[in-house]
């Protein structure tokens, strides 16, 4: 773990890990805001995002997919609402910039992204 800041908080943990859902995966990332976990970040293999796609389909249902990117660029992106926060993941296709991840947003956080956006402050998702 290391203190750091970052978009979602002031500490992150991170731990490699070699599979998700038995899906090839990178890492898994927590990041923490005054010690409570704000987001959760799993990275995985560029050639199973389709599996991750349909195996979040499944779990929660087809989700509600929005245009939304960093720095203004356009950007699929499917969400998933859940009781306790939101779960991100780019939709369709990954291009060859795009991070093979999905991000799980807690309720908390969201809210932090929802006010910065009312007051006019890039959401950095």
Not at 80 to 86: E, H, P, S, T, Y
Request: net charge neutral; hydrophobic share 40%.
């Amino acid at each position: 773990c290391t203190d750091e800041a970052t978009p979602y908080g002031d500490r992150t943990c991170t731990a490699r890990i070699g599979d998700f859902v038995r899906l090839p995966a990178e890492s898994l990332t927590f990041f923490f805001a005054g010690g409570e976990l704000r987001v959760a970040k799993l990275s995985y293999r560029r050639d199973v995002h389709p599996e991750v796609a349909n195996y979040l389909a499944q779990r929660f249902g087809e989700g509600d997919t929005t245009r939304r990117g960093a720095d203004g660029a356009p950007a699929l992106v499917t969400n998933w609402q859940l009781m306790d926060g939101l779960v991100l993941l780019r939709a369709g296709d990954l291009g060859p910039r795009d991070e093979a991840a999905l991000l799980w947003l807690s309720g908390a956080a969201v809210t932090e992204r929802v006010r910065a956006n009312r007051a006019g402050r890039p959401a950095d998702l």
